[in-house]
């Protein structure tokens, strides 16, 4: 896509819908841009140089915690020095380099140098243990990894016994990439651009292994097409997010993995669009709280996880200076508006009241992520209604996406000026989506995967559509609600099908809640298994002055088991009596990556926790 065509104005989208016997079961939208002829990604940084060199497309922050812009012609010159480099240490073209870090400017250097020199990458969360890490090298087939400090060079190195066609190991914090470019001095520049004209849409461009909740992680090939079609088609759709609907330039602070597609995608679709990237590396709430400060962005990335931490942070503070019930009373409003915004313009009344609260408290949520964010891109999993209607009234539009790994992530999103509240949205510009009769949502376009790495098993059915696994429906106007996974289906003795998301996702949004696991297949009655979120609880303690009580006994203790069961109550009433949650134990540690119960995208590992925690399932059924 040319530079005038990125620049276009918005085109209008409209879905095309499929209706059978009154229902709509397929909805398609044409696409927006198309797939260049020629080229990969590696030419972005390049073309950016050439076509607008002063542009700022990238900030980086030094020791001192002050950022420090990189315009394109400087982001161009450092992809092109540590490529020579790579190709000095002897890397070949269609060579795998594994990448393991957190989310740092150097990921993304090294990932579109990487893609210069023509390279596959291959990314390692930062979180993985050493067999985890040592399955994605070896599978892959990687014969150099860069890590970022020196204990994830020490796990590598563990395993480089297991690891013999591994010929280099690379770590940032000991100035690796600064080796390479001395190492390239040598190398002309011609062998780097010959490399990158090598390159087309169909080569691959990276394997991204899947979180595996269950089994090994399959690495998903994806091509530098894959990505066109992805990013080029979001930027057009979302034009307000990445191109700015006020005098403000577009930016943005990348906080989750780039192991993941989501953030991955969304850094290719920043550079394409030269808006301006941030990077932060520590999720913490006080590092995350401070990188947003000096970095200002104008939209985030981010999983629901975050929406509800900065939700029910604000609420906790508002209890502790004796404000919550103005909260509680600001977050009603917010709702109200979100809703009424969903229909047409909210009415005077409403608009008024927002008004009064915005100084009060919306104001300081739009603080606590930068103070100048506008948009937020919403995905992993569904975020909820409340949630999303709750930022639109605090002044935060939320676009809610879904996507997979294997669709180089976002296939649905919720279209600009257009927002449907509790659904993922159209299909993305160039994505059709059906309801197979089982209810499986299924997916096809341009961004689909090509396969899996180091298997036979065929990218998509034999009528060329993606089984995501997941079950959805569609309603009249063509927008795609997710309900559950196809194989998390619970199935009661007494015959009744559960889809455990919904009640989940909505137990998971309250300030106490940290995870919530819904058992009952082959059970006569649903429970679940609750874990307490560690501020949440930490706030509860200490409002109540339980400070001093083990977490232990605090599971037991009779006001918090109240206060959860209205939470469960409340979440009950998504449901039916037989698919309403009938008793719930709360669990004195948390599920975590560590101990095997959630994957590196926050997930859980249901058959993992279900065997840990088998005899407290069977106490609730009366079994101990």
């Known amino acids: 896509m040319n530079a005038d065509v990125m620049r276009a104005a918005p085109k209008p989208v409209e879905p095309v819908r499929t209706v059978v016997d009154g229902v709509v079961r397929q909805v398609e939208v044409p696409p927006l841009a198309t797939v260049p002829a020629g080229g990969s990604l590696a030419d972005i940084p390049f073309h950016n140089a050439r076509e607008a060199p002063n542009t700022v497309v990238l900030s980086r922050k030094h020791p001192d915690g002050t950022w420090h812009d990189v315009t394109a012609a400087a982001f161009a010159a450092e992809v092109l020095a540590v490529a020579k480099g790579l190709i000095a240490e002897g890397l070949r073209e269609g060579d795998r380099l594994a990448l393991m870090a957190r989310t740092t400017y150097e990921w993304t250097l090294l990932d579109f140098a990487a893609w210069a020199a023509g390279l596959v990458t291959v990314p390692v969360y930062p979180t993985s243990s050493a067999l985890q890490a040592r399955w994605i090298i070896q599978d892959s087939g990687a014969v150099a990894c860069a890590v970022e400090d020196t204990a994830q060079a020490r796990l590598i190195s563990a395993e480089r016994a297991n690891l013999p066609w591994l010929a280099h190991l690379w770590e940032f914090d000991t100035g690796a990439l600064t080796r390479l470019v001395k190492a390239g001095e040598h190398i002309p520049d011609a062998v780097v651009h010959a490399r990158r004209a090598a390159r087309t849409p169909e080569s691959v461009a990276t394997l991204i292994y899947t979180s595996g909740t269950t089994g090994r992680p399959k690495g998903c090939v994806l091509t530098h097409g894959n990505f066109f079609a992805e990013a080029d088609n979001a930027v057009e759709l979302l034009h307000p997010v990445f191109r700015s609907a006020t005098t403000e330039p577009a930016s943005t602070l990348l906080f989750l993995p780039l192991s993941h597609v989501f953030g991955r995608m969304v850094a290719v679709g920043c550079l394409r669009a030269r808006v301006r990237i941030g990077h932060a590396p520590s999720i913490s709430t006080d590092d995350l709280l401070a990188d947003l400060a000096g970095f200002r962005p104008t939209f985030l990335l981010a999983i629901p996880y975050v929406l509800e931490k900065v939700y029910n942070t604000a609420r906790a503070t508002a209890e502790r200076m004796g404000r919550a019930?103005?909260?509680?009373?600001?977050?009603?409003?917010?709702?109200?508006?979100?809703?009424?915004?969903?229909?047409?313009?909210?009415?005077?009344?409403?608009?008024?009241?927002?008004?009064?609260?915005?100084?009060?408290?919306?104001?300081?949520?739009?603080?606590?992520?930068?103070?100048?964010?506008?948009?937020?891109?919403?995905?992993?999993?569904?975020?909820?209604?409340?949630?999303?209607?709750?930022?639109?009234?605090?002044?935060?539009?939320?676009?809610?996406?879904?996507?997979?790994?294997?669709?180089?992530?976002?296939?649905?999103?919720?279209?600009?000026?257009?927002?449907?509240?509790?659904?993922?949205?159209?299909?993305?510009?160039?994505?059709?989506?059906?309801?197979?009769?089982?209810?499986?949502?299924?997916?096809?376009?341009?961004?689909?995967?090509?396969?899996?790495?180091?298997?036979?098993?065929?990218?998509?059915?034999?009528?060329?559509?993606?089984?995501?696994?997941?079950?959805?429906?569609?309603?009249?106007?063509?927008?795609?609600?997710?309900?559950?996974?196809?194989?998390?289906?619970?199935i009661t003795s007494g015959g009744k099908n559960v889809a455990p998301a919904p009640l989940e996702d909505w137990l998971r949004a309250h300030p106490l809640v940290g995870q919530c696991l819904v058992v009952g297949d082959?059970?006569?009655?649903?429970?679940?298994?609750?874990?307490?979120?560690?501020?949440?609880?930490?706030?509860?303690?200490?409002?109540?002055?339980?400070?001093?009580?083990?977490?232990?006994?605090?599971?037991?203790?009779?006001?918090?088991?109240?206060?959860?069961?209205?939470?469960?109550?409340?979440?009950?009433?998504?449901?039916?009596?037989?698919?309403?949650?009938?008793?719930?134990?709360?669990?004195?540690?948390?599920?975590?990556?560590?101990?095997?119960?959630?994957?590196?995208?926050?997930?859980?590992?249901?058959?993992?926790?279900?065997?840990?925690?088998?005899?407290?399932?069977d106490a609730l059924y009366g079994q101990r």
């Open 522 to 617: 082959n059970r006569p009655y649903v429970t679940a298994l609750i874990t307490l979120e560690p501020d949440g609880i930490a706030h509860w303690r200490a409002m109540r002055r339980r400070e001093g009580v083990p977490t232990r006994e605090l599971v037991r203790d009779p006001d918090l088991l109240a206060e959860l069961q209205r939470a469960v109550d409340d979440a009950n009433r998504l449901v039916s009596r037989a698919e309403s949650i009938r008793r719930f134990a709360v669990l004195p540690g948390e599920f975590t990556e560590a101990r095997g119960h959630l994957t590196p995208s926050l997930k859980l590992r249901r058959a993992a926790i279900i065997r840990d925690y088998a005899e407290e399932i």
């Open 325 to 490: 019930s103005s909260f509680d009373r600001a977050a009603r409003i917010a709702r109200r508006y979100g809703e009424a915004a969903e229909n047409g313009r909210p009415g005077i009344g409403l608009r008024t009241a927002r008004a009064l609260y915005d100084p009060l408290v919306y104001r300081r949520i739009r603080a606590a992520l930068g103070g100048h964010v506008r948009y937020v891109i919403s995905g992993g999993s569904p975020l909820g209604r409340r949630l999303a209607a709750f930022y639109t009234g605090a002044g935060i539009d939320v676009f809610e996406g879904y996507g997979l790994t294997e669709t180089t992530g976002a296939s649905t999103v919720t279209p600009p000026q257009k927002p449907r509240l509790g659904t993922v949205g159209w299909p993305l510009p160039g994505t059709a989506v059906r309801i197979a009769d089982d209810g499986e949502v299924l997916l096809r376009g341009r961004h689909v995967f090509a396969g899996y790495w180091n298997t036979a098993q065929p990218p998509t059915r034999p009528d060329g559509w993606l089984a995501t696994g997941d079950i959805g429906e569609l309603d009249a106007d063509g927008y795609l609600t997710i309900t559950g996974r196809k194989k998390d289906l619970i």
